[in-house]
């Protein structure tokens, strides 16, 4: 998900820094990127110099402190509130007062998140829709103590990047995720239950409702394991029996079976390729 942001900041003419601990992570990313904008020139999408450009805008880098003259950072860290809040609470020793921190959590409390921040007003949520390399809409939701000031201009800022904004209230799922999340589980039931293969469940979907993506399809680009996630913070809260767990996802897990990232989930998935590459 980090890869696709940095994609949409890059592309708008933005320096984009992309962090991780982990140089392998990052040494993926750039392959994968560099794989997505090949693509791009070889179909006509954009010129070989717009390619370089934006290319010439993307640097990596596994320590923190890179990170200290941006003026906007936006975390795409899996979805655990401690690891989050003690991201921005790092964040707040080598980055600038004026500096804003974006979430693009799609499922935790903005206001819980920035909690972690001696600046909470700085902090705002930021949920690039997946895959965010191809997807305008961004869900931006501000905490309880996140200032105008700081809404406002991280507003503009996603408008510059391109990007589709919506203003959303601070609860989980904000406005897609919350529809969603049942939706692919009625979907993952449907192929529990023996109603059809998960391509036939897809095909459905699209050809029927006139969706680009099936909600299996969807599942294995999220992640089978996100999705649990999804629903372990949505069903306590609507107890809503859709938003459950559907046994079958979280046997899959259990295996291993994780989506495109572990090269098998409902489909099967070879080279790696960032998706739309």
Known sequence: MGAGIAIVAAR??????????????????????????DKSVE????????????????????????LSDCDLVIEAVFEDLGVKKKLLSALDEVCAETTIFG????TLSITEIASGSKRPQRVVGMHF??????????????????????????????????????????KPGFILNALLVPFNNDAIRAVEAGVASPADIDKAIKVGLGYKMGPLELVDLVGLDTQI????????????????????????????????KSGRGFYNYQGGAMFGA
């Open 12 to 37: 708008a003419g933005f320096k984009t820094i992309c962090f991780d601990t982990s140089d392998d992570a990052l040494a993926r990313a750039e392959k994968q990127t560099r794989g997505f904008f």
């Open 43 to 66: 179909r006509g999408k954009m010129q070989a110099q717009e390619r370089d450009a934006v290319i010439g805008n993307l640097s990596r880098s596994s320590k923190l402190d890179a």
């Open 103 to 106: 979430s693009n959590t799609s």
């Open 129 to 170: 829709c997946l895959p965010a390399q191809l997807m305008k809409l961004v869900e931006m939701s501000p905490g309880v103590l996140t200032s105008d000031e700081t809404f406002a201009t991280a507003w503009a800022w996603t408008e510059a990047a391109g990007q589709k904004p919506v203003k959303t209230q601070d």
């Open 229 to 260: 996630r999804l629903c372990e913070a949505f069903y306590p809260i609507t107890l809503d029996p859709r938003a459950a767990c559907p046994p079958l996802l979280r046997r899959m897990v259990a295996a291993g079976l994780l989506g495109r």
